[in-house]
Structures are given as structure tokens and as C-alpha cells.
């Protein structure tokens, strides 16, 4: 690994960490993450996904292990592996709470520790572009999921300046080094599976976004606004339909889709 590699690697590993110290697994609604109304990126891999009964599933990029508690609680057979141990540890307590089981292992993405072939499923929230490198990974998860075998992601994208302005303000709850996708990497994606699926998501609805910092003032580096969407989607929900709504409307205008916040794939090997 080259050492500016490494040094970005020892840097995220660092900032997970120490954010890790922070969590409560106690205040972890892990349903929350995949059903709500803003969880969309999510709602549509589940919806592209099916049942995950008895599957064999790796959580890479785990954090606080939201996702693979989830699918323990559908049936599933979940490894989550991050490159922060301390996020592992918290992804293992937060199983215990919810009464399933999950093993749990430090891994980096761009190099897993796992055999061809290993998986029913992979699936990332929110990790590749934390890597110097989101093509590697996206080849090591291809490499590791069985012919037939679904990987799934979602990430930022990099192309809207709202959300732009937005990580810049938020410069204290992210690591300096990860770097937003571009869309195009749809297209490396369709080059390595046979079959691709994927959408875009947030872009009128991004308003909440301003509404959290104009309207109600919350300063986003002492709240992390991708978290309180989720926290607060009980009261965000009206809104939330309504924009929704004008997004699917949009989204259908040439070129639209590239300047929302979230993109959601899920590729069959």
C-alpha cells in the first residue's frame, strides 16, 4: 500500500474511532435506517434486493452496524467489518441489544481478507467515498460475492452545490479525505456486474437540509444533519412526501439525477 495511502487509511481509522466513543448503541433505532421516509437509498435497496433469509451477508464500512443488525433481524447471516475496530465493537454490542448475532471483523476495503466467492451479499453504506480508491473496492466486492450474488451501495455524490456548501460548513463531522462519487461510477459499475440497478435520491428534497440551517439554526457540526433526517422523520415526514414527490417528477428531465445528493446501486455478479 502506498504511504499516502496508508496515511489516509490511519486517518479515517482514527476519526471512526474516535466517534466511536461517542455512540450509544441504546439510542440506535436499527429499523429506523432501512423503512423510514428518509431513508430512501435504502428503501430501494431493500426493494431491489428481496429476502436476505439464510444469506450470507458482508456489512462492509459497518460503522456503528445499523445495517447488519437489520439484516440479522431479516434472517440473515451478517459479517461486519470495518476498518475502525472501535466501530466493530460498537456494530457487536449493538447486535447484542437486539438479540441477534454477527461476526465481526476489521477489514480494509480495498483489500478484504475473504475468499472468492464468499457472500450472498455485500453491502456498503456510505464507504466508498471515504477510499482513495472506490474502484478497487467495488472490484474486491465483486471478487468476494458468489456468481449471482447482489452487491449493494450508496454514497454521495459530488455534483450539487447545496450539499456542497453543506460539507464544507459541516467541516468538523467528516474526515478531510473523503471525497464525494461522481455518477460515472455507474457506469464502471455496469462494466463489472451483469445487471446494475440504481437511482438517485435528494435534490428538491434537499430543502430540509436548508430548512435545518436557516429556519432552525442547527449548527451543522454539532449535529449531523444525515443523522437527525433519520432521528426526526416523524415530523419531517409531510414535507418530506411532498418533496419526495417532486423529485421523482424531476429526476425524470434529462441529466437531472447527477445533481442529487444520495446515489443507491445494487449490481447483480
Not at 448475532?101 to 455485500?122: H, K, P, W
Not at 411532498?242 to 442529487?260: I, Q, S, T, V, Y
Request: charged share 25%.
Amino acid at each position: 500500500m502506498p504511504d499516502i495511502t496508508k496515511e489516509i487509511f490511519a486517518r479515517e481509522r482514527d476519526f471512526h474511532d474516535r466517534w466511536a466513543a461517542a455512540i450509544d448503541p441504546d439510542g440506535i433505532a436499527v429499523r429506523d435506517y432501512f423503512e423510514v421516509c428518509t431513508a430512501p437509498e435504502n428503501r430501494f435497496i431493500r426493494q431491489h434486493l428481496g429476502d436476505v433469509k439464510d444469506c450470507r451477508l458482508l456489512d462492509l464500512g459497518c460503522g456503528a452496524g445499523e445495517n447488519s443488525v437489520y439484516f440479522a433481524l431479516q434472517g440473515a447471516q451478517c459479517v461486519a467489518a470495518d476498518y475502525s475496530p472501535k466501530m466493530v465493537e460498537v456494530a457487536k454490542a449493538l447486535a447484542a441489544k437486539n438479540n441477534v448475532e454477527i461476526a465481526g471483523y476489521t477489514a480494509n476495503a480495498m483489500a478484504l481478507d475473504f475468499a472468492d466467492n464468499s457472500f450472498d451479499i455485500v453491502y456498503a453504506a456510505n464507504l466508498l467515498h471515504h477510499l482513495p480508491n472506490p474502484k478497487i473496492a467495488l472490484q474486491e466486492m465483486h471478487r468476494v460475492v458468489k456468481p449471482g450474488g447482489k452487491v449493494c451501495f450508496w454514497d454521495p455524490l459530488i455534483h450539487n452545490p447545496v450539499i456542497n456548501v453543506y460539507r464544507y460548513l459541516a467541516s468538523s463531522v467528516r474526515t478531510d479525505d473523503e471525497e464525494p462519487l461522481e455518477i460515472e461510477i455507474t457506469q464502471f459499475a455496469e462494466n463489472l456486474f451483469t445487471e446494475v440497478t440504481w437511482d438517485t435520491f435528494w435534490l428538491a428534497t434537499l430543502w430540509i437540509f436548508l430548512q435545518f440551517y436557516f429556519l432552525e439554526r442547527v449548527n451543522p457540526n454539532q449535529e449531523r444533519y444525515w443523522k437527525k433526517i433519520i432521528l426526526e422523520h416523524s415530523r419531517l415526514q409531510p414535507s418530506y412526501n411532498f418533496l419526495e414527490g417532486c423529485d421523482r417528477a424531476f429526476k425524470n428531465l434529462p441529466g437531472m439525477k447527477r445533481w442529487c445528493w444520495n446515489l443507491a446501486v445494487v449490481a447483480t455478479k
